[in-house]
Each structure stands twice: as structure tokens, then as C-alpha cells.
């Protein structure tokens, strides 16, 4: 089992940023591709970005490349998501999301929220414009 905990979230002003924190206990991270998905109240899940186990790939929705960067620090056990020139449209809960390494196809399934098996509970995250 992998418990996952986001922090960082909060109200900021458009335009501002925001570095939102995943960090996971129970088994190492490193075993563990992870991805950041967010929800907006009335909306479905829908994917920001994603990181390859060993950091080596990330990728990214079009609505936040360039905005958006996933990171991550095997040796804490964390990843990031730093997010610049926030704007008004990415008010959402924020979910930090991890799929076993041995999961199959991560480059072409990175998007898809059924392929990742353990979730944290979310942290707010609200623009103001």
C-alpha cells in the first residue's frame, strides 16, 4: 500500500503560483510513476501532468504546458507540481495519483486516472481573478 498526501494548495491571486507537494509513505516512491489529475465542482477528473518513475519522461495537458512543471525527489519521497501564471479556470481539487512501475504502456495510458492505483485525499487549489 502506498498512502499519498498533497500539500501546498491555497488561494492565490491570477497570475501567482502555487508548488503543490505529494508525498508518499508505506513503499518507496521510486517504484511508482505518478500523476496529477484535478476537479472542479460539476466537472469530471481530468489529467495536469505525470511523471515516469525514474523521472525521465513528463507529460502534460495542453491547458497547463508551459505553466505547469512535475518534478520529483526520490530520495524524499515526494513529487511536485510547480504551477505558474495560475489562472481562474484552474480552481480545482487537486489529487495526487501513483500506478505501479510494472504497469505496462505508461506512455500512451499516463492520462488515464483508471490506470493509477492509490490516491491522496486532494488539496484545494482557488484563483482569483
Known amino acids: 500500500q502506498v498512502q499519498l498526501v498533497e500539500s501546498g494548495g491555497g488561494l492565490v491571486q491570477a497570475g501567482g503560483s502555487l508548488r503543490l507537494s505529494c508525498a508518499a509513505s508505506?513503499?518507496?516512491?521510486?517504484?511508482?510513476?505518478v500523476g496529477w489529475f484535478r476537479q472542479a465542482p460539476g466537472k469530471e477528473r481530468e489529467f495536469v501532468a505525470a511523471?515516469?518513475?525514474?523521472?525521465?519522461?513528463?507529460y502534460y495537458a495542453d491547458s497547463v504546458k508551459g505553466r505547469f512543471t512535475i518534478s520529483r525527489d526520490n530520495a524524499k519521497n515526494t513529487v511536485y507540481l510547480q504551477m505558474n501564471s495560475l489562472k481562474p479556470e484552474d480552481t480545482s481539487i487537486y489529487y495526487c495519483?501513483?500506478?505501479?512501475?510494472?504497469?505496462?504502456?505508461?506512455?500512451?495510458?499516463?492520462?488515464?486516472?483508471?490506470?493509477?492505483?492509490?490516491w491522496g485525499q486532494g488539496t484545494q487549489v482557488t484563483v482569483s481573478s
Open positions: 508505506g513503499r518507496t516512491l521510486s517504484n511508482y510513476a
Open positions: 511523471i515516469a518513475w525514474s523521472g525521465s519522461s513528463q
Open positions: 495519483a501513483a500506478r505501479n512501475r510494472e504497469r505496462p504502456l505508461f506512455s500512451r495510458t499516463y492520462f488515464v486516472a483508471a490506470q493509477y492505483e492509490y
